[in-house]
């Protein structure tokens, strides 16, 4: 077994511990948020009667150590339980609703690496005046909340110039995409900056690096410099930040989702948290939490593929 081989499987280890340790304290947080026979009361005195039915189909006089193990197991097999609120299948609220926050953050990412990593390179690349516009504009960006860009663009593009849905997410692929532009624009310019400026600060290393300077002067075409020395060796932490990125935007939709009323698991957190809709919270806050671990692996995952000294040895040649 190489040194390569170790270090994945100890990162898969790693990765395993890290979800079963976010998995405990999701469900140890919320248990201390409130009493869940209340709220199954939705706000009533329970008789009882109803106490003990509520007791006995939620298993809230087994042990905690037992009602974790049985929370666990289920979401594992896909049983998510019952939503205290509208007395259904977690599942059920869950699953259309992650289908409408995936295809807003792919859109999203589409542009990020389209924008961010775009300007970044063109920056690197071109430096002068360009590079200055770029730092200009990701500074802009950087400073800029999402909520106040999405605000922003619902004044401009969808309330003055009418362009775009103020809100709802469309049906059909076309009507869709059309509302979710907007959504996702505000999501990307945060992000879109940090990209950029990894990019940027990542490919102008490699660009003064010593072994790009003897490809130079042993006359490596420039497109090959760039492609096999440059962005190659740049990728690992450009990975880094994208994986960051896109792990983050899942959480971060949240907030475009509830200013553009979006039907998305960020949106159906907020309602839930609001009306303690316990099972609702823990399964999404569980998945929230297992998407921004896994995607973070795999992009060690594939930077450790590209360049293993990035990880392994903890430098980046």
Avoid: C
């Amino acid at each position: 077994m190489n040194a390569t081989t170790r270090t994945l499987l100890g990162k898969l280890g790693g990765l395993l511990l890290t979800l079963l340790l976010a998995s405990i304290v999701i469900f140890s947080a919320l248990l201390l948020t409130g009493d869940p026979i209340a709220a199954l009361a939705g706000g009533a005195k329970p008789n009882p009667e109803l106490i003990a039915q509520i007791r006995a189909e939620y298993n809230l006089d087994d042990p905690v150590w037992s009602r974790y193990w049985q929370w666990l197991t289920g979401a594992v097999q896909g049983d998510f339980g019952r939503s205290f609120v509208y007395k259904t299948d977690v599942m059920t609220l869950v699953a259309p609703r992650f289908a409408v926050t995936l295809q807003l953050v792919l859109l999203t990412v589409a542009i990020i690496l389209i924008f961010g990593v775009g300007s970044g390179v063109l920056a690197a690349i071109r430096g002068g005046a360009v590079d200055r516009t770029v730092t200009v504009l990701t500074a802009l960006g950087m400073a800029l909340p999402t909520f106040v860009v999405a605000i922003l663009l619902i004044w401009i593009f969808a309330k003055t110039l009418g362009w775009f849905p103020v809100y709802g997410e469309g049906e059909g692929f076309w009507d869709r995409l059309w509302h979710l532009i907007l959504p996702a624009v505000s999501l990307a310019v945060l992000f879109n900056a940090y990209i950029s400026r990894v990019t940027r600060s990542s490919l102008v290393a490699q660009l003064h690096s010593e072994h790009v300077d003897t490809a130079r002067v042993r006359g490596v075409p420039r497109a090959r410099i760039f492609g096999a020395h440059v962005f190659r060796n740049a990728s690992p932490q450009i990975l880094a930040i994208a994986g960051t990125t896109i792990a983050g935007l899942f959480a971060a939709s949240a907030i475009a989702e509830v200013a553009f009323g979006i039907g998305g698991i960020g949106s159906l957190l907020v309602q839930a948290a609001a009306r303690a809709d316990l099972p609702v919270v823990q399964i999404v806050s569980l998945i929230l939490v297992t998407i921004f671990v896994v995607l973070n692996a795999i992009a060690d995952a594939i930077s450790l593929l590209i360049d293993p000294s990035s990880v392994a040895g903890g430098s980046s040649a």
